[in-house]
C-alpha cells in the first residue's frame, strides 16, 4: 500500500511540475512568437530514413502544460480515491498512458502520429470505461469505443486523402486550397464530431461516465472530448474558404440539445457529462464562425472550472455511499464545506459569472456572435444555451448542497487532506485562469461597441436562467411538479432527443430481427432441408432404393413377370 501511496504522489508531483514547465515555456514562445519543428530519426535502414516530428509552438506547449496540471491534480485525487480498490496501481498506469496519448496527439504536425494519440486515446478510454466490470460499463465501452472508431477511420481515411499532398505534415498545407480539399475537410470534421459527441454522435458522452470519477475528471477538461476541437482548430484555415452554416447548425443543436436534457436528468454525473457536452458544442460553434482562437481560449479556461466540478462531484458521490441521484442529496454543505466551496466557485465559473474564470471566454464569444453576421436563430439559440447553462446548475445546487432533505440517514462523510490539496490549484485556476489567459492570448484590447440592451444580454440570460432553474426544481407538498405534468416533453428533452436509442439498439435491433429470420429461414428452414441436407437426402434415397431391391428381387421379378404376361395376353 506504501508503495502505491508513493507512486501516485510521486507521478502527480513530476506532472506537476513538468505542467508548470511547459506553460512557461508556451508563454515565452506566445511572447516572442516562436516555434519548434524537431526531427527525430529513429531508424535509418539502407538509406530509408523514419523520422517522428514533434511540432512545439505557444498552443500545443500551453494546452499540454494544463493537460499535465490538471492530470496531476487528478492523480493526487486518486491516490485516495481509489484507496481502496484491489487494482489501483493498473489504474494509475491507465491514466498515465492516456495523459501521454493526449500529449502525442498534441504536439503532432503529422496525421499518423496524430492517429497513435488518438487510437490510444480511443483504446485507453475504453478499458478506463469498463474499469467497473459489470454488464452497464461494458455496454457503454462498447458504445465509446464503437462511436469513436468512426472518427479513427475518417483519419485513416484522410492520411490516405493526403497522398495527394506532398507529405503527411498538415501543418505545412492548411494555408493551400485545392477542388478536392472538400473531402479532406470533411473527414476531418467527421472524426472532430465523433471525438467531441457532436449530434449525431452525443449518445456514447454521458455513458462514458461508467468509468472511475477521477477519469470522468479527465476525460471531460482537457482530453478525450477536447481532441477533436483541437484537431479542428488546427485545420481552422482551411474552414475559411468553405461556408461552415450547416456544421454550425450541428454545433448549436448540439448546445441546446445537452442543455435541456441536463435540466431533466436526476444522475449527477450525467448532468455535468451533459454540460461539458454544451461547452463543447459552444467551442465548436464559435470555430465554425471562423475564431479558433476563441474556441482555444474557451476550450482551456473551460478544463480548470470542469476538472474541478467532477472532482468535488465524487466527493460527495463517495460520501453518498457511491449514489449517484441527486434526489438522494441534500444539505450536504453542512457535512463537507471545503468542497461544496470549491463545487459552488466552478459552478459560479460555468456559468459565466463576472469576473471568474468562464466569464472572460464566454463573455466575448457571446459578443463576437452578436458582431457576426448570422441571423436571429443563431443568436437565439446562443443565448438561450447560455441561459440553460445556469438552470441546470442552479438546479443541481439546490437539489445537492441546500433545501432538499431527502438524505440517506448514514452516511460516511469525510475530508481528505490530500482530495482538498488536489482541489486548491484547480480552484485559484477557476478564479484566475482565465483573466491570465485573456492578457496573454490577445496581445492587445479588443474593443467590442454595442448598444447597452446587448451589452447586458449574457447578464440577463444568465439571472433569468438562475431563475428558471429554481422555479422548476422548487417543490413541497403542495406544488405539482411542472416535470410530471407535462411528462412527454420532459422524457423526450431529457433523453438527449432519443439519440441514445437510435445509437444502440435502434442500429442493432433491426440487424438483430433480420438475422433471426435468415436464421429461421436458411439455418432451421427450407434453406437447412435443401442445401445443407442435399447430398445426404439423395446419397440415402438411392441406398434405400438399392437396399429394397436387393431385398425384394425375387418378388420384383415374379411381378415383372405377371406385368408382362398380362400385357402379352391383351
Known amino acids: 500500500m506504501v508503495g502505491m501511496v508513493s507512486l501516485y504522489i510521486l507521478g502527480g508531483f513530476l506532472l506537476l511540475l513538468f505542467g508548470m514547465f511547459f506553460v512557461l515555456i508556451g508563454i515565452t514562445f506566445l511572447v516572442n512568437d516562436y516555434m519548434i519543428f524537431l526531427d527525430w530519426e529513429f531508424l535509418s535502414l539502407n538509406s530509408t530514413c523514419m523520422t517522428m516530428t514533434l511540432f512545439f509552438d505557444w498552443m500545443s506547449l500551453i494546452f499540454v502544460g494544463c493537460v499535465f496540471l490538471i492530470s496531476s491534480m487528478v492523480i493526487y485525487y486518486s491516490d485516495s480515491y481509489m484507496s481502496s480498490d484491489n487494482d489501483s496501481v493498473r489504474f494509475y498506469f491507465l491514466v498515465f498512458l492516456f495523459v501521454m496519448s493526449m500529449m502525442m496527439m498534441i504536439i503532432s504536425p503529422n496525421l499518423i502520429s496524430i492517429l497513435i494519440g488518438w487510437d490510444g486515446l480511443g483504446l485507453v478510454s475504453y478499458c478506463l470505461v469498463i474499469y467497473f466490470q459489470n454488464y452497464k460499463s461494458y455496454s457503454a465501452g462498447m458504445l465509446t469505443i464503437l462511436t469513436n472508431r468512426i472518427g479513427d ?66 476525460v471531460h477538461s482537457s482530453t478525450l472530448v477536447t481532441a477533436g476541437v483541437y484537431l479542428l482548430i488546427r485545420f481552422s484555415h482551411m474552414f475559411n474558404n468553405l461556408d461552415c452554416s450547416f456544421l454550425l447548425m450541428f454545433s448549436m443543436l448540439t448546445m441546446f440539445m445537452s442543455g435541456l436534457g441536463a435540466n431533466f436528468e436526476y444522475d449527477m454525473k450525467k448532468i455535468i457529462a451533459l454540460s ?129 432533505m431527502n438524505l440517506y440517514v448514514c452516511q460516511n462523510y469525510c475530508e481528505d487532506s490530500l482530495m482538498m490539496k488536489s482541489m486548491v490549484l484547480l480552484t485559484i485556476l477557476s478564479v484566475c485562469g482565465g483573466s491570465i489567459l485573456s492578457w496573454f492570448l490577445f496581445s492587445f484590447p479588443i474593443l467590442v461597441v454595442l448598444p447597452l440592451g446587448l451589452k447586458m444580454m449574457p447578464l440577463i440570460f444568465i439571472l433569468f436562467g438562475g431563475w428558471l432553474g429554481y422555479e422548476l426544481s422548487f417543490s413541497n407538498y403542495f406544488t405539482s411538479v411542472y416535470s410530471l405534468r407535462y411528462y412527454f416533453i420532459s422524457f423526450f428533452s431529457g433523453s ?14 433491426p440487424f438483430l430481427s433480420l438475422s433471426k429470420n435468415y436464421y429461421e429461414v436458411m439455418d432451421s428452414g427450407w434453406g437447412e432441408y435443401f442445401i445443407s441436407k442435399s447430398s445426404y437426402i439423395v446419397s440415402s434415397s438411392f441406398s434405400k432404393l438399392y437396399s429394397f431391391y436387393h431385398f425384394n428381387n425375387l418378388k420384383l421379378f415374379i411381378m415383372v413377370f405377371f406385368i408382362l404376361f398380362i400385357f402379352i395376353l391383351i
Request: hydrophobic share 55%; charged share 5%; with cysteine.
Open 153 to 218: 477511420v475518417a483519419i485513416l481515411l484522410a492520411i490516405a486523402w493526403m497522398i495527394n499532398f506532398g507529405s503527411w505534415h498538415y501543418i505545412f498545407y492548411i494555408y493551400s486550397w485545392d477542388s478536392w480539399c472538400y473531402f479532406l475537410v470533411f473527414l476531418i470534421v467527421l472524426a472532430g464530431f465523433t471525438k467531441s459527441a457532436q449530434i449525431p454522435f452525443s449518445s456514447w458522452l454521458p455513458a462514458a461516465m461508467a468509468a472511475p470519477t477521477p477519469v470522468s475528471s479527465l
Open 496 to 509: 438527449m432527443w432519443f439519440m441514445p436509442f437510435f445509437s444502440t439498439f435502434m442500429v442493432s435491433g
Open 276 to 404: 461539458t457536452l454544451s461547452q463543447l458544442g459552444l467551442m465548436m460553434s464559435i470555430l465554425f464562425m471562423g475564431f479558433p482562437l476563441l474556441a482555444f481560449f474557451h476550450l482551456l479556461s473551460h478544463a480548470f472550472f470542469k476538472a474541478l466540478l467532477f472532482l468535488c462531484a465524487g466527493l460527495i458521490i463517495h460520501s453518498m455511499s457511491d449514489s449517484q441521484d441527486i434526489r438522494h442529496m441534500g444539505c450536504v454543505v453542512n457535512q463537507l464545506p471545503f468542497t461544496c466551496t470549491c463545487f459552488m466557485i466552478s459552478n459560479f465559473s460555468l456559468c459565466g459569472l463576472p469576473f471568474m474564470s468562464g466569464f472572460y471566454s464566454k463573455d466575448i464569444i457571446l459578443e463576437m456572435v452578436m458582431t457576426s453576421s448570422y441571423n436571429f436563430f443563431v443568436f437565439l439559440i446562443f443565448f438561450i444555451s447560455v441561459g440553460l447553462t445556469v438552470s441546470y446548475s442552479v438546479r443541481l445546487v439546490y437539489y445537492c448542497l441546500s433545501f432538499n
